[in-house]
C-alpha cells in the first residue's frame, strides 16, 4: 500500500491494518477496536484520522487506486502503441489483485456491490485507470489499429469483466495456488480479444499460406506448370 523505501506512519498503519479485517471478516463484521489493536494505535486516533468505520473503508482502495495509477502513469506513455499499452494498463490489474489479495477481495467481493461507494472518490480513483484503458481503446479505433466499428465500452468490459471474473473465482475457491494464474492467463486473453477487433490492413488481404520446408518443392512445381499453362494458352491465341 505503500513506499517500501519509507517508514510507515500511523495512518498508514490503520489501513493496513483495517484493509487485513475487512477483508477476512467483512465490513459489517469489523470492529474499529480490533483495527486499532492491530494497528497499535487508540480507537480515537483512527476517528481523529477517519471519522467514521465507512470513511476508513473507502479510503483504502482510494490511496491503493491512487497510488497505482500514479506508477502506471509513469510507464504507460513510453510504450509504443496501443495494443502494448493496453497490455501494460491490463498488467498493471492483475499484478495489484494478485500481489495484494486482500485489496482485491475488498474490492471485487464487497465494495463493487455497494452503492454509497460508486459515489466516492475512492470509486472515482478506480475508474482513472478504466478511463485511461477506454482512451487507448479508442485511439486504436481512431490510428485504424483495431476496427473502426469496434465499440470501445464492450471492447473495455470484455477485458475488464473477465480478468474480474477470474479473480472473483480465485478468490471464492479460497485462493489455491494453481499452475497457471491469472497473470499467465493474461496474454491469451487479450489475444482472443485483439483478434476479433484488429483492422486487416491492404497487405493482409488474400489467402495466407504456412507451408512446411518439404512443402516448397511442391508448391514451385504446381506454379511452373500454372505458368506453362499460361503461356501454351496465349501462344494459340
Not at 479473480?167 to 485462493?175: A, D, E, K, T
Request: overall charge positive; hydrophobic content about 35%; glycine content about 6%.
Amino acid at each position: 500500500m505503500t513506499d517500501k523505501h519509507r517508514p510507515k506512519t500511523r495512518k498508514d498503519r490503520i489501513m493496513d491494518a483495517a484493509l487485513r479485517i475487512f477483508a477476512e471478516k467483512g465490513f459489517q463484521n469489523a470492529t474499529i477496536t480490533e483495527i486499532s489493536k492491530k494497528a497499535g494505535v487508540s480507537e480515537a486516533t483512527i476517528y481523529e484520522y477517519f471519522g467514521t468505520k465507512e470513511d476508513l473503508l473507502f479510503a483504502i482502495p482510494e490511496k491503493i487506486s491512487n497510488d497505482t495509477y500514479e506508477a502506471s502513469s509513469n510507464v504507460i506513455p513510453y510504450i509504443k502503441g496501443v495494443e502494448g499499452k493496453i497490455r501494460a494498463i491490463l498488467l498493471f490489474y492483475v499484478q495489484l489483485y494478485q500481489t495484494n489479495p486482500d485489496y482485491s477481495a475488498l474490492v471485487l467481493l464487497q465494495l463493487m456491490s455497494n452503492k454509497r461507494f460508486r459515489q466516492t472518490p475512492a470509486h472515482a480513483a478506480i475508474r482513472k485507470s478504466s478511463h485511461g484503458l477506454l482512451d487507448c481503446i479508442r485511439e486504436g479505433i481512431a490510428d485504424g489499429t483495431f476496427k473502426k466499428d469496434a465499440n470501445p465500452y464492450l471492447i473495455r468490459s470484455m477485458l475488464m469483466g473477465a480478468i474480474e471474473h477470474l479473480f472473483i473465482h480465485w478468490h471464492m475457491q479460497g485462493m489455491p495456488k494453481q499452475k497457471t494464474s491469472v497473470a499467465d492467463m493474461l496474454d491469451p486473453l487479450i489475444e482472443i480479444v485483439f483478434d476479433g477487433i484488429r483492422a486487416r490492413k491492404k497487405e493482409d488481404a488474400g489467402q495466407i499460406l504456412y507451408l512446411k520446408l518439404d512443402d516448397t518443392g511442391v508448391l514451385e512445381k504446381t506454379l511452373k506448370k500454372k505458368e506453362q499453362e499460361t503461356s501454351s494458352k496465349n501462344k494459340t491465341k
